[in-house]
């Protein structure tokens, strides 16, 4: 079966860590697929394998005015829809809300189902009007829109059960490195607990700290370690918590490259929202 993978670019995030995996299982099992992606010029943090191929397509113009900004839509809707049907799929698969739309409404008169990621909670991350109207409009059509979560799946009650599944995010299996001694890391005596995410409100991340700091006096060889980058960062020295569980705070900034081995060297990984 070909099998057509969509997403804007393949820097740093969860959804585009979720695609590549998704390719590589998809190929494996014997499909041919090709991600198509609209930007291939920027900084990518995630590398597809050899044989899955990629076609990107790039609108470099910056629009002036809203004749611009239309014309710069039309365009970006005609090369979206030229190089999915390039790769002649049996089956398109859209990931991130906005990118779902535009997908759909390239789409709309080609007899090829559409199935629609969504991969972060829409009640706690706005779009918009404009966009949240296209959703509202276009999702009855696709095949199906898969959550990450049931509490995602229930923010699209409107849509019939039929058109919606629930598949929970992959948790890789690690080697054992010999670094994990009855739950310790590296024989130091320390218990690290990790997550990854995008350091912006929508995803908790205050909430975690405020947890860990409640529950740190009692567990005190736990160390938390929050890996990632955002446009918020809530893992500023004015937000860590004062006094000696502070210092077992250890926010990564900029990114998490590496972020798959640091949560096999983990006792636990906690899931963002």
């Not at 393949?10 to 860590?17: H, P, R």
């Not at 041919?32 to 609209?38: G, K, L, M, N, R």
């Not at 809530?234 to 250890?250: C, D, M």
Request: charged residues 20%.
């Amino acid at each position: 079966m070909k099998l057509t993978l969509v997403i804007f670019s393949l820097s740093g995030g969860g959804a585009e860590k979720a695609l590549v995996l998704l390719a590589r299982g998809l190929h494996m099992r014997g499909h041919q697929v090709t991600v198509v992606t609209a930007n291939e010029d920027g900084p990518e943090s995630h590398k597809l394998d050899k044989d899955v191929s990629r076609v990107s397509f790039a609108i470099q113009e910056q629009p002036r005015g809203l004749c611009g900004v239309l014309q710069k839509n039309i365009q970006y809707q005609r090369r979206l829809r030229n190089a999915i049907l390039s790769t002649q799929p049996d089956v398109v698969i859209s990931f991130m809300h906005i990118t779902n739309v535009r997908v759909l409404l390239a789409l709309l008169n080609v007899n090829v189902p559409v199935v629609v990621s969504e991969r972060v909670d829409p009640a706690g991350f706005h779009y918009g009007f404009f966009w949240r109207f296209l959703r509202r409009v276009l999702y009855p059509r696709c095949a199906c829109v898969v959550s990450v979560s049931k509490g995602v799946d229930a923010f699209f009650s409107w849509l019939a059960e039929s058109k919606r599944a629930v598949i929970y995010n992959t948790a890789p299996s690690f080697p054992d490195t010999g670094e994990r001694q009855n739950g310790f890391i590296g024989g130091g005596g320390r218990r690290r607990v990790v997550s990854v995410g995008r350091l912006v409100h929508q995803k908790g991340f205050d909430m975690l700290l405020d947890a860990f700091s409640r529950v740190a006096g009692s567990f005190r060889e736990w160390d938390l370690h929050i890996l990632g980058g955002g446009a918020a960062d809530i893992t500023s020295k004015a937000h860590l918590p004062e006094g000696p569980v502070g210092p077992r705070i250890s926010p990564w900034l900029g990114g998490a490259p590496h972020s798959f081995s640091e949560i096999s060297r983990s006792f636990c990984n906690v899931i963002p929202l």
